[in-house]
């Protein structure tokens, strides 16, 4: 419990034990009344602080690690994406466990959350580093990385965690913007050149949902990416059968927030209009989960917005969903 000013700031679920200490000290309640949202939470706790509220802390049998980082230091617009990993964890806690679309429910033992990754603001580099060193650890265990950002850059260093493994990956990128720039804003590694950085690791990069890119790279990599258009003319299926064909079987999947549109998805740093739809990227990932390996996955650059939460349950049900599928 920290001070600040005239305000208690109360850590996850640290509200819950003050109601009963409360109720511990017998206080009469007329002489210490409770509101009703403090017999709220004593009756009706919300579940663990955890990726979907599960219970586990066995690490041991978890299948999938998730790796919070509350970072946005390479933004480049709006800022706001270092409170996406918590945004996205508070929302799963309230997702119900069983889904109609897995037929089943996601096990507890199976997802294992990390608490958040200590931000390196020295520069972008020594961020991604540390970024690196954590997803290596997560690899070397034998278990599947799902980092929560914070902003794109990150993604370069969880990619670089893969290569200096020694792992073969085909990356899918699903993106509002190419991220294709050699260098923006003085820097190679902020989030407009992760793909870029992306593509001096591996060959095998399918880029889905574009519509925002520099001139160069929509010429010179015309034939790894399926524009928005093209997928509105495909439809989902279509998409997903080129994706397949175009990777390989291990597969990492990076996944931009603003790949979906802003009616959907106005919770982005860099919004850009006539995006892909929730259904759109379940389809996919339901496609992917039969013909693919999940080597890894990311879902970055969600930046809440203040009272309006829809955005944080898409992106935590997206995760849930996808997990799903992959982990049969």
């Known amino acids: 419990m920290l001070r600040r000013g005239g305000l208690v700031l109360l850590a996850p679920g640290q509200e819950i034990d003050i109601v009963k200490r409360l109720f511990e000290t017998k206080r009469d309640w007329q002489k210490a009344p409770l509101s009703e949202a403090a017999i709220s939470m004593l009756l009706n706790p919300m579940p663990k602080y955890t990726m979907f509220g599960f219970d586990s802390d066995d690490y041991s049998s978890a299948k999938v690690v998730v790796l919070p980082v509350p970072y946005d230091h390479a933004t480049t617009y709006k800022a706001g ?10 929302a799963s806690r ?5 889904s109609y679309e897995l037929g089943r429910k996601l096990e507890d033992k199976s997802v294992y959350t990390l608490d958040e990754l200590q931000p390196d603001l020295d520069s972008l ?10 997803v290596a650890m997560i690899i070397d265990d034998g278990k599947i990385p799902l980092m929560l950002g914070g902003d794109h850059s990150l993604t370069i260093g969880a990619i670089k965690a893969f290569k200096k493994r020694g792992r073969d990956i085909s990356i ?14 003085g ?3 902020t989030h407009g050149s992760v793909i870029t950085r992306a593509g001096e690791m591996y060959e095998s990069i399918v880029q889905v949902g574009i519509r925002c890119i520099d001139e160069e790279s929509a010429k010179k990599h015309r034939d790894r990416i399926l524009f928005a258009d093209d997928f509105g003319k495909m439809g989902a299926e279509k998409a997903a059968e080129w994706i397949i064909k175009n990777t390989g079987k291990d597969v990492y999947i990076t996944i931009d927030i603003d790949v979906l549109d802003p009616s959907e998805m106005p919770s982005v740093g860099t919004p850009e209009p006539a995006g892909l739809f929730f259904r759109d990227l379940v389809s996919i990932m339901k496609s992917l989960s039969k013909e693919k390996n999940l080597a890894g996955m990311d879902i970055m650059e969600l930046a809440p917005i203040p009272g309006i ?7 935590a049900k997206l995760a849930y969903l996808s997990l799903g599928f992959f982990l049969k």
């Not at 994406?81 to 508070?90: L, Q």
């Not at 580099?125 to 954590?134: A, H, L, P």
């Not at 939460?309 to 992106?315: E, G, H, I, R, S």
């Open 81 to 90: 994406s270092r409170d996406g990993p918590h945004a996205i964890i508070e």
């Open 187 to 189: 820097s190679k590694y």
């Open 125 to 134: 580099e020594k961020m991604q580093d540390r970024v690196s060193g954590e």
């Open 309 to 315: 939460v829809a955005p944080n349950f898409l992106a």
């Open 172 to 185: 899918i990128h699903l993106d509002a913007h190419a991220d294709s720039w050699e260098e923006l804003f």
């Open 94 to 98: 309230s997702i119900e466990p069983y």
